[in-house]
């Protein structure tokens, strides 16, 4: 029930196309879903996160949706550049702010390449 | 300069010896963790500390301690290593009111011979 669960563990899009990337869950608890992004050699970068009570949330070419009663949510990059290959993290969690830190599970990671 | 310090960057040891890994923040923050990476299962966390005197264990701390030396400085130890420790080690840091990490270093590759 802990568990988060990304699809695909790789992907490649081609310069300009849309890279989808899924995350599903099993705890209706979790009320935080923050995605990371990690170039090679590096540490992940926080880089959008929602609530639940949103379906949808966009930054610039990142957009997440979320469906609440599927249990899914997934990352779009819209016109996707070469330097947006990486490694790309879900996660989830409950209560992101408090005095506990409530354990984030993270997914398994999805290796982006975008192609010139 | 990086906001969130990791040393080494990578490290060979032999099973049985006592490793410490060592991290440092620039970032004020009061929130330090551990995690560690390994290939197909994510980061997962090891231990956390919220201030100098706050320690917890995270999901996976068995094998590992910590130390928080001050508010900047967060180590973690593996007293005696084991070839299933060698991963990806991660430290981050959080502000005060968010408890869920914002700032990775940039890791310490950590093989066990």
């Known amino acids: 029930q802990q568990q988060v669960k990304q699809s695909p563990q790789s992907l490649i899009v081609q310069k300009g196309g849309i890279s989808i990337i899924n995350c599903a869950y099993e705890?209706?608890?979790?009320?935080?879903f923050p995605w990371y992004q990690q170039f090679p050699g590096k540490g992940p970068a926080l880089l959008i996160a929602?609530?639940?009570?949103?379906s949808e949330k966009k930054e610039g070419r990142f957009t997440i949706s979320f469906n609440k009663s599927a249990k899914q949510f997934s990352l779009h990059i819209m016109d996707s550049q070469p330097g947006d290959s990486a490694t790309y993290f879900c996660?989830?969690?409950?209560?992101?702010?408090?005095?506990?830190?409530?354990?984030?599970?993270f997914g398994t990671g999805t290796l982006l390449a975008v192609q010139p | 300069d990086a906001d969130v310090t990791q040393t080494p960057r990578n490290r060979i040891t032999k099973t049985g010896k006592r490793i410490m890994l060592e991290c440092s923040q620039t970032?004020?923050?009061?929130?330090m963790y551990w995690y560690r990476q390994d290939p197909g299962l994510g980061l997962r966390l090891i231990y956390y500390?919220?201030?100098?005197?706050?320690?917890n264990k995270g999901e996976i701390s068995d094998g590992y301690s910590v130390s928080r030396q001050a508010q900047a400085k967060f180590s973690l130890s593996l007293e005696s290593a084991i070839p299933n420790q060698t991963a990806l080690y991660f430290c981050?840091?959080?502000?005060?009111?968010?408890?869920?990490?914002?700032?990775f270093g940039d890791g310490t590759r950590l093989s066990i011979l």
């Open positions: 500390s919220f201030d100098v005197k706050d320690i």
């Open positions: 705890n209706t608890a979790f009320d935080y």
């Open positions: 929602i609530r639940p009570d949103v």
């Open positions: 970032k004020g923050h009061d929130r």
């Open positions: 981050a840091t959080s502000d005060w009111w968010n408890n869920q990490p914002q700032h």
């Open positions: 996660a989830a969690s409950m209560r992101r702010y408090g005095g506990a830190t409530n354990k984030l599970i």
